[in-house]
């Protein structure tokens, strides 16, 4: 029930576009992804599979997400503690390109119950509009997000038991439709601002 993994090559990170008139989206592996939570009985029902990365680990993924998250109005983005592992792995198994990564700095500052990622996420952002897809934000990081960040904003909670389902998808693309992004078929420019909650 699971495939074997040998360590692929690294491929070259992907200059970031900001001219992009599309809003980016910034995609947590573990929990969105990878379902880490749950039975895995449920989990092969949905059309998940399981990959062993070897040491006794492995992944739950569905081969149908990197289609899907492709077919969105966004610029992907990887914003993982897998960082540029992620394109190593997880891209090649879901079918997406090399995708541009946020690295997290070492020492960053903590700012209470924010989340160690929600600062950084903020500074890469630099005021273009994002939706974030993770198992880990909560209210604080919406607020922190709503006072640092001058464009909209979209933290959506995604459990880590289901990962990305039809609804988390439907939200997403419900969203940039209402920011008018291109490709959404409302694409006269943007019409929301804020902090969405999401999730």
């Not at 992907?14 to 929990?31: E, F």
């Not at 680990?57 to 966004?74: I, K, Y």
């Not at 924010?114 to 996420?121: A, I, L, S």
């Amino acid at each position: 029930m699971g495939d074997d993994l040998r360590e692929p090559a690294v491929p070259p990170d992907p200059p970031m576009a900001p001219s992009s008139a599309r809003p980016l989206l910034l995609i947590d592996v573990d929990g969105p992804l990878n379902r880490f939570a749950g039975g895995h009985r449920g989990a092969y029902r949905a059309g998940y599979r399981k990959y062993r990365m070897g040491q006794g680990h492995h992944l739950m993924l569905h081969p149908g997400h990197g289609r899907r998250l492709a077919a969105l109005p966004f610029d992907l983005v990887w914003a993982t503690t897998w960082e540029h592992e992620a394109d190593q792995w997880i891209a090649p198994l879901l079918g997406l390109p090399p995708l541009p990564v946020i690295e997290w700095p070492d020492g960053a500052p903590t700012y209470g119950r924010v989340h160690f990622k929600t600062p950084t996420v903020v500074d890469f952002a630099s005021g273009r509009p994002f939706a974030w897809v993770d198992d880990e934000v909560t209210d604080e990081d919406r607020r922190f997000v709503a006072e640092h960040h001058a464009g909209p904003a979209l933290l959506h909670h995604v459990d880590p038991a289901v990962g990305l389902a039809d609804d988390d998808f439907a939200a997403l693309a419900e969203w940039a439709g209402r920011l008018g992004a291109p490709g959404t078929g409302h694409d006269d420019g943007p019409r929301a601002g804020g902090v969405a909650r999401g999730g």
